[in-house]
T-cell receptor
Framework: GQQLNQSPQSMFIQEGEDVSMNCTSS?????WLWYKQDPGEGPVLLIA?????ELTSNGRLTAQFGITRKDSFLNISASIPSDVGIYFC????????????FGKGTLLTVNP | GAVVSQHPSRVICKSGTSVKIECRSL??????MFWYRQFPKQSLMLMAT?????????EQGVEKDKFLINHASLTLSTLTVTSAHPEDSSFYIC????????????FGPGTRLLVL
C-alpha cells in the first residue's frame, strides 16, 4: 500500500531555532497536507498544497509540494514554545478516492 | 470556517455496552466524512469512509458490525461502538471533506473512549 516516510521522528530544539521536516513516498500524490496535533486533540490543518512545485506560507510556517509529487517539506522559522506538538504530513491521491495517507509524525519539543 | 465538532469529548463505559459518537460539520456541508482511530504515540488509522445517504466503506480488518456508521445528513455522521470491550478503548477522530472545496479534510477534536 501507499506509505509516507516522515522524518525526523522527533526533534529537540531551542526556542528561536528553525525547524525542517519532510515526507517522501514512492507513490505520486495530488495533494499534500500538513497537520499539527496537540495532546488529546484532533489534528489541525496548517498548510494545504495542491500543485507540484507549490510553495505556501502560513505565518512562520512554509511548506512545499515537491516537483516530482512524491515529497513535501515543512519549515518552521523562529520556533516558540507553543510550536510543541506532533506534526503529521498527509497526502491524497486524487480521483474519487479521497482517503488520506498519513506519515508517522514528527514530535517537536522546543526548549524555552 | 471549516469547523468540525465531536460529541462526547470523552466517555467511560462498561464492557458490553454500546457507545455512540457524533461528528458534525458546523459551517459547511460534508458529503464525505472519515473515522479514524489513534493509539498512543501513533499516527491516525483510517477505519471507514462515510458518504451521506449510502453505506460506509470499511478498511480491511475493521468489523462493520462492531463499528456502525450512519451518515444521515450532510452535516452529521455517527459512529457506534457496539458491545464495547476494553480493547476498544482508544482515541476516535472524525474528519470531514467539504462538498465544493479542494481535497482538504478538517478534523474534529476527537473522542477519548475508555471501556472498563
Amino acid at each position: 500500500g501507499q506509505q509516507l516516510n516522515q522524518s525526523p521522528q522527533s526533534m529537540f530544539i531551542q526556542e528561536g531555532e528553525d525547524v525542517s521536516m519532510n515526507c517522501t513516498s514512492s507513490s505520486i500524490f495530488n495533494t499534500w497536507l500538513w497537520y499539527k496535533q496537540d495532546p488529546g486533540e484532533g489534528p489541525v490543518l496548517l498548510i494545504a498544497l495542491y500543485k507540484a512545485g507549490e510553495l505556501t506560507s502560513n505565518g512562520r510556517l512554509t511548506a512545499q509540494f515537491g516537483i516530482t509529487r512524491k515529497d513535501s517539506f515543512l519549515n518552521i522559522s523562529a520556533s516558540i514554545p507553543s510550536d510543541v506538538g506532533i506534526y503529521f504530513c498527509a497526502a491524497q491521491g486524487g480521483g474519487s478516492n479521497y482517503k488520506l495517507t498519513f506519515g508517522k509524525g514528527t514530535l517537536l519539543t522546543v526548549n524555552p | 470556517g471549516a469547523v468540525v465538532s465531536q460529541h462526547p469529548s470523552r466517555v467511560i463505559c462498561k464492557s458490553g455496552t454500546s457507545v455512540k459518537i457524533e461528528c458534525r460539520s458546523l459551517d459547511f456541508q460534508a458529503t464525505t466524512m472519515f473515522w479514524y482511530r489513534q493509539f498512543p504515540k501513533q499516527s491516525l488509522m483510517l477505519m471507514a469512509t462515510s458518504n451521506e445517504g449510502s453505506k460506509a466503506t470499511y478498511e480491511q480488518g475493521v468489523e462493520k458490525d462492531k463499528f456502525l456508521i450512519n451518515h444521515a445528513s450532510l452535516t452529521l455522521s455517527t459512529l457506534t461502538v457496539t458491545s464495547a470491550h476494553p480493547e476498544d478503548s482508544s482515541f476516535y477522530i472524525c474528519s470531514a471533506r467539504a462538498v465544493s472545496g479542494q481535497e482538504t479534510q478538517y478534523f474534529g477534536p476527537g473522542t477519548r473512549l475508555l471501556v472498563l
